[in-house]
């Protein structure tokens, strides 16, 4: 976590997991995974934990190749253009997440369609985990877009998809303890859910910044 763009890469991934569009959502998305309807804490905590796990790799999967493509693209382009389009994109991204908190129409809000419910399996929890990369993608499409901004300039595929699998574990993490806390983290996601404004602002202002510090090249974006 030394590097500049790791760690925002990580802090990125814990500020999506609080978006309005997947904070709320977290309960159904366990209820999914575990096949039940509702959250009792009869429910075997560690199969839970283990079809979340598998829900996690599957966004991971496709965060991590869109940071690949974003490295890959990036490298092709001269250094001074890329820095220039990533920081601007950086900036654009932070100013779009500050007027979603003002502008609602900007602030759109996914939903799961119709529950998941069938079978349970660990190959469906990681296909629920990609269809909610998609799905959350135009709330959390601010966030994530600025640090794949940060991958497109990295240089190289590898580092590219570094960042976003960091990213992943940023979003991943809050996902896992919640599966094994169940009920007992709902007092603490309602704590965010209040806050949820403050922190998307807090959000889009380091975008800004982070977009600023890129333009006038001083915000390191090589690591190894």
């Known amino acids: 976590m030394s590097d500049p763009s790791v760690s925002v890469a990580f802090w990125a991934g814990m500020a999506s997991f609080i978006t309005p569009c997947v904070l709320p959502l977290v309960p ?11 959250l009792s804490p009869e429910v075997r905590r560690w199969t839970i934990f283990f079809h979340t796990l598998s829900f996690v790799v599957g966004f991971a999967v496709l965060y991590t190749v869109l940071g690949a493509s974003a490295g890959l693209i990036g490298y ?9 389009i990533s920081g601007s994109l950086m900036v654009v991204f932070g100013l779009y997440l500050l007027a979603s908190v003002k502008f609602e129409r900007l602030n759109f809000w996914a939903r799961l ?49 570094s960042l976003l ?26 704590w965010f859910k209040r806050r949820s404004v403050i922190i998307m602002v807090v959000s889009g ?9 890129m333009l006038v090249d001083v915000f390191p974006t090589t690591y190894y």
């Open 76 to 84: 092709m382009v001269p250094p001074d253009v890329r820095t220039t």
């Open 113 to 161: 369609g119709r529950p998941f419910w069938g079978k349970v399996g660990y190959l469906r929890s990681a296909l629920m985990g990609i269809v909610f990369a998609f799905a959350v993608g135009p709330c959390t499409g601010p966030i994530l877009g600025g640090i794949l901004s940060l991958a497109g300039n990295s240089e190289t595929a590898w580092k590219g998809a």
């Open 205 to 213: 202002i380091v975008l800004v910044v982070i977009g600023i510090l």
């Open 28 to 38: 159904i998305y366990l209820a999914n995974l575990g096949g039940v309807v509702s």
């Open 165 to 190: 699998a960091v990213f992943s574990l940023g979003l991943g993490i809050p996902f896992l303890a919640t599966s094994l806390l169940l009920v007992r983290a709902f007092p603490v996601l309602n």
